[in-house]
T-cell receptor, first 115, second 108 residues
Framework: DPKIIQKPKYLVAVTGSEKILICEQY?????MYWYRQSAKKPLEFMFS???????DNQTASSRFQPQSSKKNHLDLQITALKPDDSATYFC??????????????FGHGTKLSVL | QQKVQQSPESLSVPEGGMASFNCTSS?????YFWWYRQHSGEGPKALM?????GDKKEGRFTAHLNKASLHVSLHIRDSQPSDSALYFC????????FGTGTRLQVSP
């Protein structure tokens, strides 16, 4: 059974619209992350949360807003979508965020296509 | 500039052969290194970590770290078709930064 659930698996959106990517983890971890993967760039760190608090934000655009309603949830809201936002978005988690040698566990990703 | 560079971009080995991946970082703040593997349509999965100089062996996988040169490598012996995937080096300072990736194809 997948321990990190991302919904939906595939998402098609029109330019200018807004979408929410869902992530839930059932590993009992305290830290959660969003990464983005596209053909142009490797796995790119976006956000990290620890105990539901934002720890790091490497996303230049405010169009990307993480939302954590519960400790094991970290959704990603994307507004004013652009074709360049097309990518696969991965949610990940780890036991702690600040530990030295934390292993990341990834979901299967949400593949977003913006037309 | 990408902080973690990998080579080669792609690699093809015959079944039973040795696959070798290289990774160089440009930031001496990185102290912990991981290797991840990503099969098509899935998320990356951790293979092994290394943070001390020298070799670390886990089954068919051997990682090597040279902190002085900021170089990490991964070797897979007796490669299998199921090893065909995208391999990432990852380094951690305050967050985990992934390398550019190497695509491995193991032919039967």
């Amino acid at each position: 059974d997948p321990k990190i659930i991302q919904k939906p698996k595939y998402l098609v959106a029109v330019t200018g619209s807004e979408k929410i990517l869902i992530c839930e983890q059932y590993l009992g971890h305290n830290a959660m992350y969003w990464y983005r993967q596209s053909a142009k760039k490797p796995l790119e760190f976006m956000f990290s949360y620890s105990y539901q608090k934002l720890m790091d934000n490497q996303t230049a655009s405010s169009r990307f807003q993480p939302q954590s309603s519960k400790k094991n949830h970290l959704d990603l809201q994307i507004t004013a979508l652009k074709p360049d936002d097309s990518a696969t978005y991965f949610c990940a988690s780890s036991q702690e965020a600040q530990g030295g040698n934390e292993r990341l566990f990834f979901g299967h990703g949400t593949k977003l296509s913006v037309l | 500039q990408q902080k973690v560079q990998q080579s080669p971009e792609s690699l093809s080995v015959p079944e039973g052969g040795m696959a070798s991946f290289n990774c160089t970082s440009s930031d001496r703040n990185f102290q912990y290194f991981w290797w991840y593997r990503q099969h098509s349509g899935e998320g990356p999965k951790a293979l092994m970590s290394i943070f001390s100089d020298g070799d670390k062996k886990e089954g068919r996988f051997t990682a090597h770290l040279n902190k002085a040169s900021l170089h990490v490598s991964l070797h897979i012996r007796d490669s299998q078709p199921s090893d065909s995937a995208l391999y990432f080096c990852a380094a951690k300072d305050d967050k985990v930064v992934f390398g550019t990736g190497t695509r491995l194809q193991v032919s039967p």
